[in-house]
């Protein structure tokens, strides 16, 4: 388990002044699995991502992705990862297909434009690829986003809350995103303060709550920890949505993918 | 594997992308100076005694560093633009050389501003300004004025890095503005009373002002010259390492 995990986590300390935010964060990520990393607001989820893509360097403990320790070996690691932030990573000024082929570029991978094409294609890009991305809607956005975040298929991916903000139809795209490349073989660690995202996407979920990892497992292992009330609550969410959807049906998306 | 070369003309070419999507910010940076030409050599220039040759020879020089004053404030403001929104961190997060991202920005302010004097060159030329200078004078002044852009930008960088809002990011660059004004750019400084000529005889202004002035006037440059490229690479180490440091400090 230790030599195989794509991600290692081990006593992962981390203070802002006096405000400790990581107090000691444990936690193992095998190759190929969705791992969400589940909190609420101010829980360190983002401080956690920020420390393991080496944007961050930690007080104590220690971090690997990928075997590479981010503290010894942090050019490797960046070659391991990509990074989907909290906040969209996009140029607004260029067109969706400059903002590929410049990512393209800069990981140095043979035929950007080529790679451009085919992600434009597969996010269903392809109609706005000339326009700016200051036009797109929040999901159009989104989904450049994470499209630019794989190119040159690095083998681990951190998504920090990829859908906040985002509408129904929108977060349902990108969670069929991260399925399809969690097929493929990419590890994936999510950020979340969605319960059902956690549910719908994660192979195994891990809470962090004060600076710690209080409970990880399976969805199956931890409905056994909690109380029934916080189950049905989950339950609930997925079928608002499916309300919604129903009522708003198929128009809803069209409107939603050419932006208004 | 050193990518630094390769990646900082990839985001050399992003940033110039930008400013050709908006050539408005090379004209806005052009018209402060420009405006200035014309209001000192047309209205304030008759009551302005400043040698035997033509007023806007003499004022060209100072105008020019206006210009590049301004245009900075531009390039901390595209600066701040990609630290406020994500693209930053995503850059910082992929194996490129990490000193390309601030290099492309650096590198994108010389352009904009190398274009915005010409500009305000090109206008002068047409107000009256004629030089006599040769090549190797006019690439003196070209040089003087690329060290000059380089500091003012590397010094822009901080505030691009750092700023809050959108306002702090602009007003770094007022005091600059000013400076010129107590220096020989717009008069003499032999006129001045005692303190104030004292702080406009040592000031960065008036050296490079008087520098370039000598420069294309095809007039020996003597000791001047020295002091004015010693503070324009003074100022340019000073603020590169200022900058650096404020990069390692707050994205360590």
Redesign the interface.
Known sequence: MTTTAAIEIAGLTKSYGDHAVLRGVDLNVAPGTIVALLGSNGAGKTTVVKIL?????PDGGSAAVNGHDVAVAP?RV??S???T??????????TGR?NLV??A????VQDPRGIAEDLLTQFGLGDAAGR?VATYSGGMRRRL?VA?SLIGHPPVLFLDEPTTGLDPQSRMEVWDTVRRLAGQGTTVLLTTQYLDEAEQLADRIAILHEGRIIAEGTIAELRQLFPPPTVEYVEKQPALEDIFLAIVGHAGTETQRTGS | MN?FL??TA??LQ?SL??IL??PDTIITTAVTPIAMLLLFVYVFGSAIHAGSGRYVDYLLPGILLITVASGIAYTAFRLHTDVS???F????????ARSAVLWGHVLTSLVANLISLALVVLVAVGMGFRSHAGVLAWLAVLGILVLFTLALTWLAIIPGLTAKSVDGVSGFSYPLLFLPFISSAFVPTAGMPGPVRWFAEHQPVTPIVDTLRNLYADRPVGNTGWIALGWCAGLLLLAYALAVSTYRRR??
């Open positions: 893509s080496t944007l961050l360097e050019a960046r070659e990862i990509s990074l932030g909290q906040f969209t990573a996009v140029d607004e000024i260029l400059e410049l990512v570029r800069l990981r140095h700016r986003d630019m | 990518t390769p990646d990839v985001l992003r992308r930008h999507r908006s929104g994500g693209i961190e995503r850059f910082r997060s992929m194996p490129i994205f360590a």
